[in-house]
Each structure stands twice: as structure tokens, then as C-alpha cells.
């Protein structure tokens, strides 16, 4: 890989850390809202909707640090 292309990879790598540390605070945010819900409210369809947002916060993330690992490969020499 020429270096012109790694420049943009490896900023492009920055952006995207970036943007999967935000995602991970907002799904620590959810799930202490969610862990500081009464127990009543975590039964019922508020509580199952934070649960399944901080599910699918977890998958984003770790898709997000997938992609990291693919870049990051690429990348190497």
C-alpha cells in the first residue's frame, strides 16, 4: 500500500476509534439508566427497550472494533 493511501486509512482509522468510543459511552449511559430503573419499571416495556438498546449498543460497538482490526490489518506491513 502506497503512503498517500495509509495517510487516509490511518485517518480514517481515527474518525472511526472515535466514533466507537462515543458509542461505548452512550451504551455505559444506557445501561446505568437502565441498571438505576427501578426494578418494576426494568420488567416492563421501558426497561426491555433500554435492555435491547444497550444489546444493540454492544453490537455496534463490537462491529466498530472489528472494523478497527480490519483497517489496522491492512494497514501493516
Known amino acids: ?4 493511501r ?3 486509512l490511518t485517518k480514517l ?3 472511526l476509534d ?3 468510543n462515543e458509542v461505548e459511552s452512550l ?6 439508566a437502565f441498571d438505576n430503573m427501578p426494578e418494576g419499571l ?3 416495556e421501558r426497561g ?3 435492555e435491547q438498546a444497550v444489546g444493540e449498543l454492544e453490537n455496534a460497538v463490537s462491529s466498530l472494533e472489528d472494523a478497527l482490526t480490519s483497517i489496522d490489518n491492512s494497514t501493516s506491513e
Open 18 to 20: 472515535d466514533i466507537k
Open 6 to 8: 495509509r495517510k487516509a
Open 42 to 44: 426494568q420488567q416492563g
Open 27 to 32: 451504551k455505559d449511559q444506557e445501561q446505568e
Open 48 to 50: 426491555q427497550k433500554s
Open 13 to 15: 482509522y481515527s474518525q
Open 1 to 4: 500500500m502506497n503512503a498517500e
